[in-house]
């Protein structure tokens, strides 16, 4: 007897289902042992310059905690403790405490958030979110397979086409864009339990000017320190930029005073970060100190490269 094979319909949903399912579920991406230092550097892999700088911050402010949230596998935690030991810290990401992490560590947020700064460094472009398509003046939704396979689905409407109408106003037919308004509700649900405290969202943002200029969007894929096409199977991270404008002003809704919207260059120089060489006198005087200066030098000329990651957009809120 032969018998026919038989191929599953690919089911397709929205981005947001699909990357949701991809980053967080059972076996999803960030689930993963390795964590996301394996597969992307972030400024705090790239320098302990970013965490001195964020203690500086904390300090500057008066604050004695620090919550990260997003804390990947307690990498800026550790450099905090160094940094300054009578910080109080807890790191908050989807996976149990990972070995030797200093301070507390928790799968959700608390429900308050008192005198401490909050850290969301690439945190918010990780919130997954519906990715739309324009055919005829209108927004469409992109329904997306496990295997990459996409097909459109009807005009977008609801509080999505609201965010759209807003934000991002579709162009010509083709043009794609990703709907920011689910980062927007993971910033203000956030600055919504802040006491007292500090909240800083780092990330790569655009504004009104760069959206024009993108005309397919931002979504992208990583895996192994490689841009991939983004595939919602649990094998990349699935990212896409931040409308950081339309994040601080659902900060602003939600009670938060913004304390400033900067390039991070802008906020890392003001916090004593800058990729100033070191004298070539200290080479004969100390060459060791020389070398160490030189060494922070390069470090801070990464972290505040405007074509890099001192071109992050920087959200400072407090509430
Ligand atoms: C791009 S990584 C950044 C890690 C770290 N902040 C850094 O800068 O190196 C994003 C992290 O956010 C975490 N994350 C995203 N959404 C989360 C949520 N709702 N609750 C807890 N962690 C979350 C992910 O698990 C991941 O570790």
Redesign the pocket.
């Known amino acids: 007897m032969t018998r026919g094979t038989s191929v599953a319909p690919v089911r397709r949903t929205g981005w947001r289902e699909a990357t949701a399912r991809a980053?967080?579920g059972p076996g999803g991406f960030?689930r993963s042992p390795e964590?996301?230092?394996a597969h992307?550097r972030?400024?705090?892999?790239a320098s302990p310059l970013f965490g001195r700088a964020l203690a500086g911050l904390a300090r500057a402010h008066g604050l004695r905690g620090v919550v990260?949230?997003?804390?990947?596998?307690g990498?800026?935690l550790r450099v905090l403790a160094a940094a300054d030991p009578g910080l109080h810290l807890l790191g908050?990401?989807?996976?149990p405490r990972p070995a030797g992490v200093p301070g507390a560590w928790s799968?959700?947020?608390p429900e308050r958030l008192a005198g401490v700064l909050v850290?969301?460094?690439?945190?918010l472009?990780?919130?997954p979110c519906e990715v739309v398509e324009a055919r005829g003046g209108r927004w469409h939704l992109v329904l997306v397979g496990e295997d990459g396979t996409e097909e459109l689905a009807g005009p977008v409407g609801g509080a999505d086409a609201a965010w759209l109408a807003r934000w991002w106003p579709p162009g010509p037919d083709g043009g794609r864009a990703e709907v920011g308004r689910t980062r927007d509700e993971?910033w203000a649900d956030l600055v919504r339990r802040l006491d007292g405290s500090v909240a800083v969202a780092v990330d790569y943002a655009h504004g009104p000017a760069e959206r024009a200029a993108l005309p397919r969007g931002t979504l992208a894929g990583w895996r192994g320190g490689r841009q991939v096409p983004p595939v919602p199977d649990g094998s990349c991270?699935v990212?896409a930029h931040v409308a950081l404008d339309a994040v601080a002003a659902a900060g602003e809704a939600a009670g938060a005073r913004t304390l400033r919207r900067v390039t991070q260059r802008e906020a890392l120089r003001g916090l004593g970060v800058r990729g100033d060489r070191p004298e070539p006198g200290l080479a004969r005087t100390d060459p060791l100190a020389y070398v160490r200066a030189l060494a922070a030098a390069s470090e801070a000329a990464e972290l505040t490269d405007p074509a890099g990651l001192g071109g992050f957009g920087w959200l400072e809120q407090a509430r």
Not at 92 to 95: E, Q, W
Not at 119 to 123: L, R, T
């Open positions: 980053l967080y960030y964590g996301p230092a992307f972030t400024s705090v892999h990260d949230v997003g804390a990947g596998r990498e800026l908050v990401d989807v996976v799968d959700a947020l850290v969301a460094n690439e945190w472009d990780d919130v993971a991270d990212t």
